[in-house]
């Protein structure tokens, strides 16, 4: 999301190139920031949201993680299936 917009950053076939090209773009932009802490969202899609967040934790070594599901509103428009790496890094 970018100012309040859903924004495609690129278009990947599958979809689990899909989730392993959002792991790879995670970890450009955190690049050398720390500490890091990292977040999955998902709609109806815990399994592969926890899978996700695993892979990243291995990569980036967080200082925390979480795994929650993406609210109502968001969820309705995104639709079922959805899943989402969130981060913040740099900050204490």
């Not at 890091?36 to 990569?59: F, G, K, Q, S, Y």
């Amino acid at each position: 999301m970018r100012n309040g917009q859903i924004e495609s950053v690129e278009k990947v076939r599958t979809r689990g190139r899909a989730l392993q090209r959002l792991l790879e773009l995670t970890i450009e932009r955190i690049s050398s920031r720390v500490p890091v802490r990292l977040a999955t969202v998902h709609a109806r899609a815990e399994a592969e949201a926890l899978t996700l967040l695993e892979a990243a934790r291995a990569r980036l070594d967080p200082l925390e993680t979480l795994c929650c599901p993406l609210s109502p509103v968001v969820g309705t428009h995104a639709g079922p299936g959805t899943v989402a790496l969130t981060y913040m890094a740099g900050v204490a």
